[in-house]
């Protein structure tokens, strides 16, 4: 019913500017919640076509539907392209409801396109990476995944420790269920033993901690 109210709006042509743009977008984002792809579909193109009348809110909102447009069609090329100016912000910043849907659509979507995506979500400043965007990216089993979350920890290592964010990738790496995932933990119980590069006690413990709840029931 609210699609319809819309759609008829537009076609009354009793929405101008700015408004009628917005009303685009939330046409779309309708049509796509009933699966009526290819009415989202051109809904989406004609908001695309005016979106530098939108506030930022609603140019976010409108790159999104765009993406999830492309997506649905089965376009994946083009929604990863779309979702790469926005994916960075939605993580660190959005709103939690965007933030999971954004990470569970990556997840199920899988591949490298994907995966580099949910790496873009990962500060690097003073702000601490979240546990369930450090769970998602471990879903992946592909060399930058593991790169991304030995990362997190060598950061750690060499700057102030953030035991939350060191202790979940070290716990996202053992949960990859990789041999190599395994050993990166491994490496850090025992690099005072065995001359490899030196860890922090705390980040020894957290490793020894993760292998530990691995092994638990």
């Not at 994946?76 to 939605?90: A, D, M, N, V």
């Not at 569970?104 to 995966?115: K, M, N, Q």
Request: hydrophobic share 40%.
């Amino acid at each position: 019913a609210a699609a319809n109210d819309l759609s008829a709006l537009i076609k009354d042509g009793e929405l101008r500017g700015e408004a009628r743009v917005r009303a685009l977008v939330a046409l779309g984002e309708a049509s796509l919640g009933d699966g009526r792809f290819l009415q989202a579909a051109a809904v989406s193109a004609m908001a695309a076509e005016q979106r530098g009348q939108l506030d930022e809110v609603w140019r976010q909102r409108s790159i999104a539907l765009e993406a999830r447009v492309a997506l649905s069609l089965g376009d994946q090329e083009r929604g990863f392209e779309l979702l790469g100016t926005l994916c960075k912000e939605i993580i660190t910043n959005g709103p939690a409801r965007d933030r999971k849907t954004l990470l569970d659509r990556l997840c199920a979507a899988g591949g490298h396109p994907a995966l580099r995506l949910l790496v873009l979500g990962l500060p690097f400043g003073e702000e601490s990476c979240s546990l369930d965007l450090l769970q998602s990216i471990a879903r992946f089993d592909h060399p930058l995944a593991e790169g991304a979350l030995r990362e997190i920890v060598y950061r750690s290592n060499v700057g102030p420790v953030r035991e939350t964010e060191a202790g979940g990738a070290l716990r996202a790496l053992v949960r990859q269920n990789t041999e190599r995932g395994t050993d990166v933990c491994m490496q850090v119980v025992e690099s005072r033993s065995w001359g490899l590069p030196r860890y922090r006690r705390q980040l020894r413990e957290l490793a020894r901690q993760a292998l530990v709840m691995e092994d638990g029931p």
